[in-house]
């Protein structure tokens, strides 16, 4: 970025990545005001340097959304979401990978605001476009199925959710290496909705 200001003009784009790059490593710290301040920063500066529908802009819009949710602000994560996966909408093909990403984005703050009937439609929404963009055992797929069993879990809906986090299982066995978390998270789920049942 020090170098940047010396070489560049004032509102060159490349600036906008890396005060993004700043956010991100402020967002894995937990220092979410820092990270929201770069990720505004950068934000500003593509409003001015990109025309107006620009993939960049729905990058910095879902990465001021994901600050926000960190930080349990689920209106104003819901908005930046919004924001961008309208952006998304207009410039990518409509069964692009970074839509199924946003739809989940959007699940998850339904999902934490206990609105299960959006989050379960936008988790949903989201597995229909990986069905179509991704291989059949992606991992993204298990991770869709584990988030709609949370859904019909949280509902008392529990037959649907072990269906669900069953699916995820056999996804991750197949695509993952056998110590990796997702698999122990998800034989917990496993295991908590059958004592449930």
Do not use: T
Request: hydrophobic content about 30%; some cysteine.
């Amino acid at each position: 970025l020090e170098i940047r200001k010396i070489a560049l003009p004032p509102n060159h784009p490349d600036f906008a990545g890396s005060y993004g790059n700043i956010g991100n490593v402020y967002d894995g710290m937990g220092e979410y005001s820092k990270a929201l301040s770069s990720y505004e920063r950068s934000l500003q500066i593509q409003k001015i340097a990109l025309p107006p529908n620009h993939p960049d802009l729905a990058l910095s819009y879902n990465n001021i959304g994901n600050v926000y949710k960190n930080m349990g602000e689920y209106s104003k994560a819901l908005s930046s979401y919004e924001r961008s996966l309208e952006i998304w909408k207009i410039a990518l093909p409509p069964n692009h990978p970074h839509l199924a990403s946003s739809y989940c984005n959007i699940g998850n703050v339904y999902n934490n605001m206990g609105e299960y009937s959006k989050a379960l439609s936008s988790y949903e929404r989201s597995l229909e476009i990986q069905k179509i963009a991704l291989p059949p055992n992606h991992p993204a797929l298990a991770a869709s199925y584990n988030n709609i069993g949370s859904v019909y879990g949280n509902m008392g809906e529990y037959s649907k959710a072990l269906s669900y986090y069953e699916k995820a299982q056999d996804i991750w066995k197949k695509s993952l290496p056998s110590n990796h978390p997702h698999i122990s998270h998800v034989k917990r789920n496993i295991e908590d909705v059958k004592k449930k049942m």
